[in-house]
């Protein structure tokens, strides 16, 4: 999270948050039947209908359609919350969960659509992962296909029957295209021939051209996914962290044009960890101006899951680095003051709090994960030394009370 | 909360989170009649009895029973949560509020609430409070008197007749504890006294000595006290910073030993912004295991008020410092790229998403509270320069691309 939180601040946006309560209304049929059910939903003591929010969009919504005007546009927000959902728990899938988002709204500028993978790359990278690849697409390419053909008010038996190429083959969803859904042959051949598409962005986005030719819809696809492309490659973006992918689709209704998922390379089966896209318009169930935008959202739970297989949880449970013990509790004063010290010079420090055998203490410091410990006894206190043990590297040495603080700072930064 | 997490983690203490819903019957009767009735309470989809948390003390005691046998003792946890209560909303008062906690369980020694007000003081020094005094007092000082008088078991009743000293004045006060209450005159007298102690800690600890005796239960404050005074002296906590006030008591029935409450010196009439103590046993409600501790909690929106008053509060609604003009749509590229190039360089930069008017990107600059606009047209990008313009002092130099970075860390340290 607090990566998330420095990576969205570096690019400017702002932290918001909104209540955990919402007014029911606001919330239902803003999603699905499902979030619909799954809905911890209420009567308060003011006799109020009340809910827990299903997610961070539906309330960013909400509170972008009665602020904008102070607000302005452009208007950069994450919102890092818990929202909350009456599912069945299993791995990596809770009932109270979090979500980390990030939207540029009220602008359709593509520099914002630009700037997004910017940002899902820049996290991704900041976290830790080393092979990640973000798949975007664009909602126009294939309604821009379906356009030019006059098929797209049948674009949902078509996307059903697509859904279906790895499990029937493609003969059999030419077959259902044609037959089911009553288009022609030669089109359905070429939504399947669309579909199939896959090599660098640059041959895609030909040999995608090709098929949808100058129709307007899905030259508006094609030209901002190409203006991407050439952008994160002047900008020094590595290829294999970007791909075009003609088949992901992403909550079919909503978006309506760039969208995006994110795969770790090592663990591609736990699906997308950082997705979203533009959509049209946020706020037009709560008002009447429009407000075009572009987001994503960070899956934290998937995440966390992932690093956690991947060995990227890092398992020290102190945030402090330096454990000061407790040897002599007559001498209780020295050691506070020496945590103290420490601190000032920037150093997390410890004190242990109480005279305890410096065995358990060393268990303690082992335990949570401290770095160093450090102690003195009487004879330490007399020569005003301090004894610093390195519990990585296993040594100890005497440091003179003037030179601790650099000294630390020196095993700290090694 | 962001100094709050800085702070705390620099003395040791890891962050843990609890879910928002406990089972009610966790909740139920641990707060008061009045947290029961403000409970946001219902059931689920699973017919199970849920609540939201209305503190962050009683999940952690729950917490704490059911995980120190892994967690160990001591153990030192911060927690920066959000908390419901259907009170009356009113200034500084909300349905929903953040409290910021952090508590040492599993210790009863005194090096833990020297170090509870060390933490209190560099909080408030963190945050930006230059005059503020963190009030002690110890909850076995006036237990010892009373002990000593043997009217342990009127305590409430003299409480409560202490309570009206400013109200109705000396004379009244005795008399209630005389006739109303049922004790002597003389040891009216005597607590009447110790209630109106003041002056340096060291003064009123004599005095208090002088009444309370030997007695042992007030020997146990007197000692912890005198011991934190002398330490607070010997790190060098200014005499100013800290006071002791035998008239702070902090919710009767929790604390049993050192308590904790801090006032602004501008604004005492907004009361404690940061109040704590030690209590004996945290977690006995849900384990026989005795889990003693001491900690506080930071009021967030009560400082919050406070510092907007005091004008601590800066207005920039941007996390970032720098603005990059979009001058020329055509390159958006180039803007994109040092966006990148800035925040690479460790400056965080957002890049205007639309070639629109630069009056209207200026505008947008300034309302935001950008430090800084850079800005690059065709003779610009030719030329290799940028135009840098500081917000602050209204001045606007040229400046070659490969020193832009340099030149922006060079403003924005000033």
Chains 1, 2 share one sequence.
């Not at 003011?46 to 009665?66: C, H, K, S, Y």
């Not at 900041?126 to 697409?137: L, M």
């Not at 997705?275 to 959202?297: C, H, I, M």
């Not at 004894?387 to 095993?411: C, F, M, P, R, Y």
Request: glycine share 10%; charged share 25%; hydrophobic share 40%.
């Amino acid at each position: 999270m607090g990566i998330a939180r420095r990576v969205y601040r570096s690019f400017g946006f702002s932290p918001i948050d909104t209540p955990a309560l919402e007014y029911s209304e606001i919330l239902l049929g803003k999603g699905s039947d499902e979030t619909d059910k799954q809905m911890f939903r209420f009567q308060d003591q003011g006799e109020r209908d009340v809910a827990m929010r299903f997610d961070l969009t539906i309330p960013f919504a909400r509170f972008a359609a009665q602020h904008i005007g102070q607000l302005g546009t452009p208007f950069k927000r994450y919102h890092i919350g818990t929202v909350w959902r009456a599912e069945k728990p299993q791995k990596g899938r809770y009932r109270e969960f979090i979500q980390c988002d990030f939207d540029t709204i009220g602008t359709d500028s593509n520099a914002s659509d630009i700037e997004t993978l910017f940002v899902i790359h820049d996290l991704m990278e900041a976290i830790g992962f080393t092979g990640f690849t973000i798949r975007v697409n664009h909602r126009q390419l294939l309604n821009g296909l379906l356009d030019r053909h006059s098929v797209v008010d049948k674009s949902v038996g078509i996307l059903r029957a697509l859904d279906k190429l790895a499990k029937i083959g493609a003969d059999k969803v030419i077959a259902e295209m044609v037959d089911g859904v009553g288009i022609e042959k030669a089109t359905a051949e070429q939504i399947l021939e669309f579909a199939q598409l896959s090599g660098t962005p640059a041959s895609i986005l030909s040999d995608a051209e090709s098929l949808i030719g100058d129709n307007e819809r899905g030259q508006v696809g094609l030209t901002s996914l190409k203006e991407l492309f050439e952008t994160c490659r002047k900008v020094g973006i590595e290829d294999d962290r970007i791909a075009l992918d003609v088949s992901i689709a992403r909550g079919l209704d909503y978006y309506t044009g760039t969208i995006y998922e994110t795969f770790l390379s090592d663990l591609p089966g736990i699906g997308s960890v950082c997705s979203g896209g533009r959509y049209d318009n946020l706020a037009g169930l709560f008002t009447k101006e429009k407000l075009p935008g572009v987001g994503a959202s960070l899956g934290l739970d998937r995440l966390l899951a992932a690093m956690d297989e991947l060995g990227l949880v890092k398992t020290a449970s102190t945030p402090a680095q330096v454990l000061v013990a407790m040897f002599d509790g007559e001498k209780m004063a020295e050691y506070l003051a020496l945590g103290r010290r420490l601190r000032s010079a920037g150093i997390s420090a410890e004190v242990y709090p109480q005279a305890r055998k410096i065995q358990k203490q060393f268990q303690y410091a082992n335990r949570k994960g401290f770095r160093v410990v450090v102690i003195a006894g009487s004879r330490e206190f007399e020569q005003q030394v301090w004894n610093v043990k390195d519990l990585e590297l296993g040594t100890q040495t005497e440091v003179a009370d003037a030179d601790l603080a650099a000294s630390l700072h020196g095993i700290l930064s090694r």
